[in-house]
């Protein structure tokens, strides 16, 4: 059984809600790189207390939440959830709270719980995920799982357990290229089967050479002698 439960809404805002600490602001720059949960990417002075953000189908409007804090990894079956996804945060202790919409009061759904200090595993699972970002009455309304417990030892830092939505799809950012750059070989010769940096660039779509690259030379720097 959770040690605490909550029902309720939720305004988010720009596509987005945070957990986070008691008096915490509202907000964050970051959507996750997975299209669903993950921490900020950095730590900034207005963002202080925010440990983790959830991305939302929806922009500015209410979702529905269920959020439970237990004392171990819960059984829970995802088969009626469209996107589900787990990470390891660290929780500086004290009250949490999911944050939405910077109002007057900022809108908050509190979790009821003194958490200790320590490293845990938060699952998010979602689903009426790409209903639009502003629905009409009487459309789904966007509807998430927010479970938060202590982390095992071998707990992994980001676990993406299901990803079936267009929402998903379109906030998730994909790897950075991987580029392996090959010396030219070293002496007077024409170089033949020495791979340079501006052809290995060169491959890489909409991805532009440095200045004194040039595409088309054999040399780092012809363009510049």
């Not at 309304?141 to 071998?154: C, G, H, K, N, S």
């Not at 707990?155 to 267009?166: G, I, Y």
């Not at 340079?196 to 440095?210: F, K, N, T, Y």
Request: hydrophobic share 40%; glycine share 12%.
């Amino acid at each position: 059984m959770p040690t605490t439960s909550i029902t309720g809404l939720l305004i988010v805002e720009y596509n987005r809600f945070t957990l986070a600490t008691a008096g915490a602001p509202p907000g964050c720059l970051d959507l996750p790189p997975n299209g669903l949960l993950g921490v900020p990417a950095e730590s900034r002075p207005f963002e202080e207390g925010t440990v983790a953000v959830v991305a939302t189908g929806v922009s500015s409007d209410a979702v529905h939440i269920t959020a439970e804090t237990w004392p171990a990894q819960p059984p829970t079956d995802l088969s009626s959830w469209q996107d589900a996804g787990v990470i390891t945060l660290d929780w500086p202790g004290g009250p949490a709270s999911l944050l939405g919409e910077d109002a007057s009061p900022p809108a908050e759904l509190p979790l009821g719980a003194d958490l200790p200090a320590g490293r845990y595993a938060l699952l998010v699972a979602g689903t009426n995920r790409d209903e639009g970002e502003a629905r009409s009455e009487g459309m789904p309304v966007e509807t998430y799982l927010i479970q938060l417990w202590p982390a095992a030892d071998d707990q992994p830092h980001e676990l993406v357990l299901k990803a079936t939505s267009a929402t998903t799809a379109l906030w998730r950012q994909p790897p950075p290229p991987r580029i392996v750059v090959q010396p030219r070989a070293v002496g007077g010769g024409d170089g033949a089967g020495s791979v340079g940096v501006h052809q290995v660039l060169g491959r890489l779509p909409g991805l532009r050479c440095p200045a004194g690259v040039s595409r088309s030379s054999s040399h780092i720097g012809d363009d510049a002698r």
